[in-house]
């Protein structure tokens, strides 16, 4: 699609106007309303092994968020459990 400009004779905004209304070009070989194809062999290859190397990549990343988040909720736990002794104390 190629953009046609729409030119503001408005001088007074001081901006160029930034309106487009596009068309298609008369080569356009995807349309809108087109069905899809059937996956061919290397993509159904491809999307079966992207498809278990995600899993891993999505248990390796949640275990180390995970330990991530331990970690900082560590400090955090041991002082209110110390401001929780501090109020008992008074």
């Known amino acids: 699609m190629k953009p ?3 030119i503001s004779q408005d001088r007074r905004a001081g901006l160029p106007s930034t309106d487009c209304n596009y068309q298609p070009t008369a080569d ?3 349309s809108g309303g087109g069905s899809i ?3 061919t ?3 159904k290859l491809s999307s ?3 498809g278990t190397e995600m899993v ?3 248990a390796v990343e949640f275990s180390a968020f995970t330990m991530i988040a331990l970690i900082s909720a560590w400090p955090i736990i041991y002082a209110a459990m ?3 002794r501090m109020a008992r104390g008074y």
């Open 37 to 39: 194809s059937k996956p």
């Open 56 to 58: 891993r990549d999505y």
């Open 48 to 50: 079966d092994f992207l």
């Open 41 to 43: 062999g290397f993509h």
């Open 28 to 30: 356009a070989k995807i």
């Open 82 to 84: 110390a401001v929780a």
């Open 4 to 6: 046609t400009p729409q």
